[in-house]
């Protein structure tokens, strides 16, 4: 990498320049590391029978002699800021494991590739909580056998979410000719919040809502295609005051 800097300005003072020298000392650090690193990185899942494209994905590029401006010095600098032009090798992109996810952006559910970084350890063992699910190192052998583990699983996951989907659009259909004077039919995902924050979570549904405001949300069984009522929220009923409920309650016992 060259290690030439030149001020937008016509002088440069001697603090600029070793400024600039600094930046592009560390610069070319980083990247000597970076490339460093994915060369290792590369080695060692080949020689341990990953397949690139279909385990693992190397993107790192670079490109040499690249100029571009850049901002130096400043506040928590010795120096004013400043801009200058350096020349530098230009690079991005590592070295990824590839695992795959059951992807349904585009409403259609498939399986797709998902990269995820990992760190390789002094003695060569791999470091990946997207896959191992904890920070625990592991022999190459065993995290490309977690990842055809994984893999595995999500052909299964793929046929769990399609027959949920479906049990769903069933859901959907039903609620719609049961209330035809609904303002929509519509699945979505409720936040379930525990009294102790330490199991919440999300879970899909099914809401009918009605022009007043009024709504009623049912629970569908992603197995058995079973639909429940979870909950009911009548405008006229919650308008009601205390005084009111104890009124009706008094105008049906006297018709018993």
Excluded at 4 to 28: H, K, P, R, S
Excluded at 65 to 75: A, I, K, Y
Excluded at 210 to 224: A, P
């Amino acid at each position: 990498m060259k290690t030439e800097g030149q001020q937008l300005e016509m002088f440069l003072t001697v603090e600029q320049e070793q400024a600039i020298q600094e930046y592009l000392n560390n610069y070319d650090f980083h990247f000597r590391n970076n490339k460093g690193d994915v060369e290792k990185k590369h080695q060692v899942l080949v020689e341990n029978g990953f397949i690139e494209g279909v385990h693992f994905e190397n993107t790192f590029t670079f490109k040499e002699n690249v100029t571009e401006t850049v901002s130096l010095g400043g506040r928590w600098y010795k120096i004013e800021e400043f801009e200058t032009e350096v020349t530098i090798t230009k690079y991005q992109g590592g070295v990824f494991l590839l695992h795959d996810i059951v992807d349904g952006e585009d409403g259609t559910n498939k399986i797709i590739k998902k990269n995820t970084t990992f760190h390789l350890t002094s003695s060569g063992k791999i470091e990946c909580f997207s896959i191992v699910g904890s920070y625990r190192s592991l022999k190459p052998a065993t995290m490309l056998r977690k990842i055809v583990e994984l893999n595995e699983s999500t052909k299964e996951r793929l046929v769990i979410v399609n027959k949920k989907d479906t049990h769903f659009d069933n859901a959907i259909t039903t609620l719609k000719l049961e209330f035809p004077n609904s303002v929509s039919v519509g699945r979505s995902s409720e936040w379930v919040q525990t009294y102790n924050w330490k199991n919440t979570y999300h879970v899909d549904i099914v809401t009918v809502t009605f022009v007043d405001g009024s709504y009623i949300q049912y629970d569908v069984n992603s197995f058995s295609g079973e639909i429940k009522i979870r909950k009911v929220y009548d405008v006229v009923i919650e308008k009601l005051t205390l005084q009111d409920k104890v009124n009706n309650l008094k105008d049906r016992l006297a018709k018993v």
